[in-house]
Every structure is written in C-alpha cells, then in structure tokens.
C-alpha cells in the first residue's frame, strides 16, 4: 500500500507502473495527515485521479476527526467515480470515528445502502498500540453492521493480527515491520529481541548475541545477530526483512488454521502467552468462534 501523497511523487510515479504490473496496489487517500494539518492541498477528485490510473484498491478521502464529512468525501467520491469511462479501482469507504464506536456504527450502516466495494477503518493506530479493548469494540462494530469486506489501516503486532482474523476482517497493512527495525527490534511470535550495538543498549538493555533462531532468507543473509550490529543502512533493512518474513508467516498459520478449522485453539494458545489478548479475549462470547468459522 502506497499513500496519495507519496505517489503524487514524480519519482515516485516512475515506479507505480512496474508496481502495478507485479502485484496489486491500493492507494489511500493520505486523508490522515491532512486531518491533522500535515498537508491539505489536495482534493478528492485529485486523489481518485490519481488512483484510478494507478491503483487496483482505492480508499476515500477521510478526516480522522470529521466522520461526518467523511461520509460526504466517500459518497462524492463514489459518484465522481461512476463518471469515468476507465476501469475504476475497487472503491472502499473508510469509516471514521473520534473513538467512538456509535459514531462508527452510524457511519458503517449509512455506506451499507451504497455499493462501495469493501469498508475501512481508519484510526486505528493509537488502539491497537495502546487500547486493545477499544481496538476490538471499534472493530467489531463494524463488523457486525456490514456484509462487505473490511480492511484496517495501520495495524501492528502479533496481537492485532490474531484480533482481526478472529473478526473475519478481510485485509490489513502495518509498517510494523519497520518501525520495529529502525529501533533495531527484531520480531518473533513469542516475543521482541532487542540487537542493538552491544555497547549502546537501549535503556540499558543488554543486546541479544549468538546464532538467530529463524531461517527465514533474511536470517540466512544475516547468519547471526552481530550482524545487526553493524553501523549502516543494510543491517537495518535485512532486519526489517526478517520482521516481514516473521509477521507473514505467522499470517499464513492463521489462514491455515481458519481454512482447517481449528483457529480456536491457536487463538487460545495466544492468548495463553499475551496478558493484553486474553483480557480481551475474556469478555467475547463463543458464539463469536461459530461465526468465524463458518
């Protein structure tokens, strides 16, 4: 996934082609930043534009702290679309909120009536990180008021990622991966290994030493952890590699156990090992599994 204002790019356009070509590519609208005043010289007939000759899913243009005008982005956005001989991106309507799960409720069940291509929830950063509960409520809000596909911005952790497969939500991305690299962090499903340089720990910590306990060709790159302690821009980005190959293939588990119906049980083996999952986990009735894995 790309944003709008990385895309507008010159330099940037110059690649979209061949990216397109390889894999399918979505493009959000940046409507973050310009919520929070970053940048807002742009509209929303300029964003599909440029999504429709480029993207294969699109988001509307959404205000993360004016739900209402959200849905007026989205729903004009909708029609302007309609008007575009071209092969038009799948459209999704992004839902936001204010953290507040009526808001989302409302504004989920007003894009129900239109035929946009899948929902989105936007926001959900700072719950995901911080506020799993809320993480969920939002979710799940959405879920229970929709039949189309739901995709959610900005998810990080192993976590989430086990929340949303529990809520049958259909896509996510996260940058995770490399935000935890750049704090040299590297990723596991048990847990987070700190590999900074031995002699600089963060806060004190002592850096993890020896060989990796992954496979993954990142890893077979790396061949040990003394390799991330390198100065340079190449350990960085072999270790954001690995976080990848860990959070994909930790992905790939759950699609199996859904597809074999024995999610439940990895769910619960999770939850076992995260206090935060649990808690959450404590107060969902088991009539959530039977829906799931029908």
Same mark, same amino acid.
Not at 180 to 189: D, G, I
């Given at each position: 996934?790309?944003?709008?204002?990385?895309?507008?790019?010159?330099?940037?356009?110059?690649?979209?082609?061949?990216?397109? #070509?390889?894999?399918?590519?979505?493009?959000?609208?940046?409507?973050?930043?310009?919520?929070?005043?970053?940048?807002?010289?742009?509209?929303?007939?300029?964003?599909?534009?440029?999504?429709?000759?480029?993207?294969?899913?699109?988001?509307?243009?959404?205000?993360?702290?004016?739900?209402?005008?959200?849905? =007026?982005? #989205?729903?004009?956005?909708?029609?302007?679309?309609?008007?575009?001989?071209?092969?038009?991106?799948?459209?999704?309507?992004?839902?936001?909120?204010?953290?507040?799960?009526?808001?989302?409720?409302?504004?989920?069940?007003?894009? /129900?009536?239109?035929?946009?291509?899948?929902?989105?929830?936007?926001?959900?950063?700072?719950?995901?990180?911080?506020? $799993?509960? /809320? !993480?969920?409520?939002?979710?799940?809000?959405?879920?229970?008021?929709?039949?189309?596909?739901?995709?959610? !911005?900005?998810?990080?952790?192993?976590?989430? $990622?086990?929340?949303?497969?529990?809520?049958?939500?259909?896509?996510?991305?996260?940058?995770?991966?490399?935000?935890?690299?750049?704090?040299?962090?590297?990723?596991?499903?048990?847990?987070?290994?700190y590999v900074g340089n031995r002699y600089r720990n963060e806060r004190g910590?002592?850096?993890?030493?020896?060989?990796?306990?992954? #496979?993954?060709?990142?890893?077979?790159?790396?061949?040990?952890?003394?390799?991330?302690?390198?100065?340079?821009? /190449?350990?960085?980005?072999?270790?954001?590699?690995?976080?990848?190959?860990?959070?994909?293939?930790?992905?790939?588990?759950?699609?199996?156990?859904?597809?074999?119906?024995? !999610?439940?049980?990895?769910?619960?083996?999770?939850?076992?090992?995260?206090?935060?999952?649990?808690?959450?986990?404590?107060?969902?009735?088991?009539?959530?599994?039977? =829906?799931?894995?029908?």
């Amino acid at each position: 996934m790309l944003s709008f204002l990385y895309a507008k790019r010159p330099a940037a356009q110059e690649l979209l082609g061949s990216i397109k #070509a390889a894999k399918n590519l979505w493009l959000d609208s940046s409507g973050f930043q310009a919520g929070y005043g970053r940048s807002r010289n742009f509209s929303i007939f300029d964003v599909f534009d440029l999504q429709q000759e480029f993207a294969d899913i699109a988001f509307t243009f959404d205000l993360p702290t004016e739900p209402e005008q959200t849905f =007026r982005n #989205a729903i004009l956005s909708l029609t302007y679309s309609k008007g575009h001989e071209k092969k038009k991106p799948k459209l999704y309507a992004v839902v936001s909120h204010n953290g507040s799960t009526d808001t989302a409720k409302d504004l989920t069940r007003k894009y /129900e009536t239109y035929d946009f291509d899948g929902l989105a929830l936007g926001s959900t950063i700072p719950y995901g990180s911080s506020d $799993m509960a /809320e !993480f969920f409520s939002l979710l799940s809000i959405v879920s229970r008021n929709t039949k189309k596909p739901i995709h959610a !911005f900005g998810v990080g952790g192993f976590d989430a $990622m086990y929340l949303l497969a529990f809520l049958g939500v259909s896509s996510f991305d996260s940058s995770r991966f490399l935000t935890a690299a750049r704090s040299l962090h590297y990723l596991t499903p048990h847990g987070t290994l700190y590999v900074g340089n031995r002699y600089r720990n963060e806060r004190g910590r002592a850096a993890t030493e020896g060989a990796l306990p992954c #496979a993954c060709p990142a890893c077979g790159k790396a061949g040990g952890f003394d390799f991330f302690q390198q100065h340079g821009a /190449e350990p960085v980005g072999v270790l954001a590699l690995h976080n990848y190959y860990a959070m994909r293939n930790e992905l790939r588990l759950i699609e199996i156990a859904k597809r074999e119906r024995w !999610f439940p049980s990895l769910l619960e083996g999770r939850a076992k090992r995260s206090p935060r999952l649990r808690s959450v986990l404590n107060g969902i009735k088991k009539d959530y599994f039977v =829906r799931n894995e029908d």
